[in-house]
């Protein structure tokens, strides 16, 4: 079994930074792709970055430019740098992990929540 735990969330105002991290750990032997999704309140979770071992990222529309991701392969930790952040960022962001490819995704951890608020 594979354990999420993220942390780096908290409170910013609009235009600030913030960078989130996410480590795995249990029974891992690889893990193919790490990211990020996130939920706003009221909202479906939804695709915030993902980064596969092979180096290639995917972020949603919405963040392209502001937001970073990037991983550790040895140590099985992914970041996301947050950069002008903007209110509609607001939502509690989860870490998401996918050992090998057609396998389901690992268990979700308990999130981080980030504000954007003046």
């Known amino acids: 079994q594979v354990q999420l735990v993220e942390s780096g969330g908290g409170l910013v105002q609009p235009g600030g930074s913030l960078r989130l991290s996410c480590a795995a750990s249990?029974?891992?032997?690889?893990?193919?792709?790490m990211g990020w999704y996130r939920q706003a309140p009221g909202k479906e979770r939804e695709l915030v970055a993902t980064?596969?071992?092979?180096?290639?990222?995917n972020y949603a529309d919405s963040v392209k430019g502001r937001f970073t991701i990037s991983r550790d392969n040895a140590k099985n930790t992914v970041d996301l740098q947050m950069n002008s952040l903007k209110p509609e960022d607001t939502a509690v962001y989860y870490c998401?992990?996918?050992?090998?490819?057609?396998?389901?995704?690992?268990?979700w951890g308990q999130g981080t929540q980030v504000a954007v608020s003046s």
């Open positions: 249990g029974s891992i032997f690889s893990i193919y792709k």
């Open positions: 980064l596969s071992t092979r180096g290639y990222a």
């Open positions: 998401y992990a996918q050992q090998a490819v057609g396998r389901a995704p690992v268990p």
